[in-house]
């Protein structure tokens, strides 16, 4: 019933922006973390930022060090979408993102992709230089 949808990758030139989304049907939107992991060609899928509620709307963000002040992650629970603003894109950001949802809700661990048990089909972002 779970289904994630991501989308908004493409081809930007080095120091570009993108705007990915992540559409979502058959969850309780606001009570899971949300997160954006992304896979180099050669490389094992890692972290890129995570989404997660904390509290009455209240609500926390991390990023993998490689993208802070770069990468801005957001959700709308109205729309039950979540984003990453990319911004200031290098090169080595070129990969296939992906969206995921943990199974659970409540505080529990985000950084790894066995944390999260819904995926996205993936979106590729190739930055030019």
């Known amino acids: 019933q779970v289904q994630l949808v991501d989308s908004g990758g493409g081809l930007v030139q080095a120091g570009g922006s993108l705007r990915l989304s992540c559409a979502t049907s058959?969850?309780?939107?606001?009570?899971?973390?949300m997160g954006w992991f992304r896979q180099a060609p050669g490389r094992e899928r890692e972290f890129v930022a995570a989404?997660?509620?904390?509290?009455?709307?209240?609500?926390?963000?991390d990023y993998t060090d490689s993208v802070k002040g770069r990468f801005t992650i957001s959700r709308d629970n109205a729309k039950s979408t979540m984003y990453l603003e990319m911004h200031s894109l290098e090169p080595e950001d070129t990969a296939v993102y992906y969206c995921a949802a943990t199974e659970s809700t409540g505080l529990t661990p985000f950084t790894r992709e066995t944390d999260y048990r819904y995926w996205g089909q993936g979106t590729r972002v190739t930055v030019s230089s």
């Open positions: 058959g969850l309780t939107f606001s009570r899971h973390t």
């Open positions: 989404h997660r509620r904390v509290g009455s709307n209240v609500y926390s963000t």
